[in-house]
């Protein structure tokens, strides 16, 4: 989810040549939440600043009715604070916009094979 349509475009078009099916996009926090309901998807990527519903709130009320769906949130702030916000969220982990994209599919990997519902700080960054 991620409210700049470029970036959702790119990274769509990452995601499906690594083999990673995307099963739909959302630009802003509402119709993600609605959408992470409706197709219960593995993994969620989830932007901060988004219009309508922040993706922190999003976040959290995606884990709290669907303890299944991973949330990595990602965000161009790499601070330490992301850390606790995540964790306090129920977020898998968090990566910074501009990491390598390699990174981005790592996560989504490890996020889809954890059994877990909790926060591995040791895998996400």
């Not at 470029?6 to 099916?21: G, M, P, Q």
């Not at 099963?23 to 409706?38: P, R």
């Amino acid at each position: 989810m991620d409210d700049e349509e470029e970036t959702r475009t790119l990274l769509r078009a990452f995601l499906e040549a690594e083999d990673i099916e995307v099963v739909a996009e959302a630009n802003g926090g509402i119709e993600g939440v609605f959408k992470a309901g409706e197709l219960r998807p593995d993994v969620v990527l989830m932007d901060v600043r988004m219009p309508d519903m922040n993706g922190i709130e999003a976040t959290r009320q995606i884990r709290a009715v669907h303890r299944g769906v991973q949330v990595i949130i990602l965000t161009f702030y790499g601070a330490e604070e992301w850390d606790v916000a995540a964790e306090e969220i129920g977020a898998f982990g968090y990566l910074v916009k501009g990491c390598p994209p390699a990174q981005i599919v790592e996560q989504i990997r490890l996020a889809t094979a954890s059994e877990e519902d909790s926060w591995s700080p040791d895998e996400v960054r």
